[in-house]
C-alpha cells in the first residue's frame, strides 16, 4: 500500500512505500503525512534489463541521538578509538554539522544508499532541541535525508500523540507554534514500531514496516522498541499501549513481507548489547563470530528469522559491529553506532536482483558483508544548512539557555562517569535531598536513577559565559526529563529491598545503581551475584545503621517515584508529595551553593565501597 502524496520538498530519495496500516485514532492520519515520493519507483517498469545480477546497496545508520544539535559536550562527545600499539585514543566527535558531512561525503558515489535509524533520535534532549518539543532535531533529520527510523523508548516520554504530532506535524498543543508564521512540518521519514499496539484494538499504534524502492531494488525495514520500554518510560507516556515480543514481532512481520515479494528485510530494533571493548573499531568477532558482545541483543538475533539480513540496534549507547549466527547458523551483521551523533554505520549489502535477497556472504571469502563504524570527526567542514538551523534556534533559546545558575570549580562527570557513583549523580542526590528539606525538614535522604544523568557539566566556557559558570541550558542538557522531584515514606525494610534491586531482578544482568544523598553510605560486593550484592548490614544513615522496622522520608524523581527502571518497591511509598521539578531543584542548590569566589567542587563520590 502507497502512502497518500502530499506537497513536501524535493527529496533525494527514488522510491518510497510505506507497508501495513492501522493505528490509533489520533494517528491514522499519519500516512498522509510521508513525502510525496512514497510509492513511486522512480526506475519505471525497465527493471534489471540489462545490468549486473547484484548490486550493492550502502546502507547508512545510526541510533540514540537524543537531540544532540550541536556536539555534546565532555566526556559524552567523545570515542575511544584503539590504536595499532593497542593503546587508546580519546576523539572529540557529534554534532549535527558534522554528521550532516559525514552522511553526504559517505553516499558520493553511491547510486543505491538508504540511511535508517534505530530510535531514540528525540527525547532526553539538550535544551536548544528539547526546550521546542524536539522540533528542530525532526528538522534536522529531515535536511540530512534520514529514510527511515524505528521508534525508541524516548520517544515515547511525551506520550503517543506527541509522537504522533512528530511524524504528522502541527504546532504543538500546549506550547503553540515556536516560529512566527512558521508550522512545524512533522518528519519526511517514516516511524515504525511494529510491536507498539493501542490497547483497546490491538493493532499497531505506527507502521511496522516501510520498503524502499530503487531502479528495482527493494529492501523492507520493520522498525521496533525494546518490550520493557514501559519499564523505563513514565507510566502517562505510555497509557493505552502494550509493546509485544521483539524476536515474535519482527517474524511476524519478516513473513508478510516475504509473501509481498520482499526478500531483502532489515531490522530497525531500539535494544542493544554491551561490546567487550569501549573501543568503537574493535573486533566485535573475536575470537569467533559474535563473541565480543554480550547483552539482550544476542538472544534476540539469535531468535529473529534469516529472513531478515540485517540488524541496526541502539539502546545501549554502545559501539559494535558484529556477526551473530541467525536460527539456521548463517552469519548476519549486527551493528550500532554509539550515541549522540558521534558515530556512523556504513554496512554494505549486496541485494541479488533474480533472487530479490541479500547476498550475505561472499562468494570468494564466505565472509559476512562489510560493515563498519565511522566516526564523526569535528575536524571536517561543517553542513551550511545545519549552522543555520542551529542557529535560528538558538537565538530562540538563547534568553532561556544563556543564564548563569551556578559555578563550578572543575568538571564534575555524570554521563561520562567511569565508575557506578558518578560525582555528578550525588550532586543531583544532594539537591533532590535540600528540596525534599525545603518541602519537609525530616526528610532523610535522596535517590537518583543513573538514566536520569544524560551529561557531564563541564568547567570549560561553552559559549560567552565565562569557565566555570553553570548556564541553565547546561543544567537543561544533565536533566531534561521534566521529572518532579517527590517525597515518599519508607519502611526501612523497603529501602533496602530498593537497593538490593539495583543488582537483582530486572537489573541484574545490567545493574543500575542509585546515586545517593551524603549521609547513606554501604558496600557493594561485586563478587556475588544478585541482592547479595548489596551488602544488607552495611546500609548506614549519617553512620546508623538502616532500622527496617522505621519509617524514612525519601526524596526521588516521579520517575523513580512510580517504580521504574526496575524499582518496584519505590513505587509503594506512603504519604506521597510532590514538589518542584527536578531540573528547578538543582538549578536552585546550585545557585545557593555556589559563587564566582567559592564554586562547588567535583563531589569525591565516596558514598558506595566498591568491591570488585
Excluded at 211 to 229: A, D, P, R, S
Excluded at 528 to 554: E, F, M, N
Aim: proline share 6%; net charge neutral.
Amino acid at each position: 500500500m502507497s502512502a497518500t502524496p502530499q506537497p513536501r520538498r524535493p527529496r533525494r530519495r527514488a522510491t518510497r512505500v510505506l507497508a501495513a496500516a492501522a493505528g490509533l485514532a489520533t494517528l491514522g492520519a499519519m500516512a498522509a503525512a510521508l513525502p510525496a515520493s512514497a510509492g513511486q519507483d522512480h526506475a519505471g517498469a525497465a527493471g534489471a534489463a540489462g545490468k549486473k545480477r547484484t548490486v550493492d546497496v550502502q546502507l547508512l545508520s545510526f541510533n540514540d541521538f537524543h537531540g544532540n544539535l550541536q556536539p555534546p559536550a565532555g566526556s559524552s562527545g567523545q570515542v575511544t578509538e584503539k590504536q595499532p600499539d593497542g593503546t587508546e585514543k580519546k576523539i572529540d566527535a557529534g554534532g549535527a554539522e558534522y554528521l550532516a558531512t559525514s552522511l553526504r561525503t559517505a553516499r558520493k558515489g553511491k547510486p543505491y544508499s538508504v540511511t535508517a535509524a534505530a530510535g531514540d533520535l528525540i527525547g532526553a534532549s539538550p535544551l536548544l532541541s528539547g526546550l521546542f518539543h524536539d522540533e528542530p532535531t525532526v528538522e534536522a533529520m529531515n535536511k540530512l535525508d534520514l529514510d527511515v527510523t524505528s521508534v525508541g523508548n524516548h520517544e515515547f516520554d511525551e506520550g503517543a500523540r506527541e509522537l504522533a504530532r512528530m511524524q504528522k506535524g502541527g504546532c504543538h498543543p500546549k506550547d503553540g507554534c515556536f516560529e512566527k508564521g512558521k508550522k512545524f512540518k512533522g518528519a519526511d521519514y517514516p516511524y515504525l514500531a511494529a510491536n507498539v499496539t493501542d490497547e483497546k484494538s490491538d493493532k499497531p499504534i505506527l507502521k511496522p514496516y516501510w520498503v524502499w524502492k530503487h531502479k528495482g531494488v527493494k529492501v523492507g525495514f520493520i522498525g521496533v522498541t525494546l518490550e520493557g520500554t514501559p519499564d523505563i518510560v513514565s507510566a502517562d507516556g505510555v497509557k493505552g499501549l502494550k509493546f509485544h515480543d521483539e524476536i515474535e514481532t519482527v517474524n511476524k512481520y519478516a513473513k508478510e513481507l516475504d509473501k509481498q515479494g520482499v526478500k531483502s528485510i532489515v531490522t530497525l530494533i531500539h535494544e542493544g548489547g554491551a561490546p567487550a571493548s569501549g573501543a568503537y573499531n574493535y573486533d566485535c568477532d573475536s575470537p569467533g563470530a559474535g563473541d565480543g558482545i554480550s547483552g539482550p541483543i544476542t538472544t534476540i538475533a539469535k531468535g529473529i528469522t534469516p529472513k531478515v539480513d540485517a540488524l541496526v540496534t541502539g539502546h545501549t549507547h554502545a559501539a559494535y559491529v558484529c556477526t551473530i549466527p541467525d536460527p539456521a547458523g548463517k552469519p548476519r551483521m549486527v551493528t550500532s553506532a554509539s550515541s549522540f551523533g558521534k558515530l556512523y554505520t556504513d554496512t554494505t549489502l549486496t541485494y541479488d536482483r533474480k533472487t530479490k535477497d541479500i547476498v550475505r556472504t561472499s562468494v570468494k571469502s564466505g565472509k559476512p558483508a562489510k560493515s563498519a563504524n565511522h566516526v564523526v570527526s569535528r575536524e571536517q567542514a561543517k553542513a551550511p544548512d545545519m549552522t543555520s538551523l542551529i542557529k535560528r534556534w538558538d537565538k530562540l533559546a538563547a534568553p532561556v539557555a544563556n543564564k548563569p545558575v551556578g559555578f563550578i570549580s572543575a568538571d564534575i562527570p555524570g554521563r561520562g562517569a567511569t565508575t557506578p557513583e558518578a560525582p555528578l549523580g550525588d550532586l543531583i542526590a544532594d539537591a533532590q535531598l535540600a528540596h525534599g528539606k525545603s518541602l519537609d525538614p525530616e526528610t532523610d535522604l535522596a535517590l537518583m536513577n543513573p538514566g536520569g544523568i544524560r551529561s557531564d557539566l563541564v568547567s570549560k566556557a561553552s559559549g560567552n559565559e565565562g569557565d566555570g559558570v553553570v548556564t541553565y541550558g547546561e543544567g537543561f542538557t544533565v536533566q531534561p526529563f521534566s521529572n518532579t522531584v517527590n517525597l515518599v515514606d519508607l519502611t526501612g525494610a523497603q529501602l533496602i529491598t530498593g537497593l538490593k534491586q539495583q543488582v537483582s531482578g530486572s537489573n541484574e544482568a545490567s545493574p543500575k545503581i542509585l546515586q545517593i544523598s551524603d549521609g547513606l553510605t554501604y558496600t557493594l560486593d561485586m563478587t556475588k551475584s544478585g541482592a547479595d550484592r548489596v551488602v544488607a548490614d552495611s546500609i548506614k544513615l549519617g553512620g546508623k545503621a538502616i532500622d527496617p522496622a522505621t519509617t524514612y522520608r525519601v526524596a526521588m524523581n516521579s520517575f523513580l517515584a512510580g517504580g521504574g527502571d526496575g524499582f518496584a518497591e519505590l513505587g509503594k511509598g506512603a504519604k506521597p508529595l510532590v514538589g518542584s521539578d527536578d531540573l528547578k531543584a538543582f538549578n536552585d542548590y546550585l545557585t545557593a551553593n555556589s559563587s564566582a569566589d567559592k564554586p562547588i567542587a567535583p563531589p569525591k563520590a565516596d558514598r558506595i565501597t566498591i568491591v570488585k
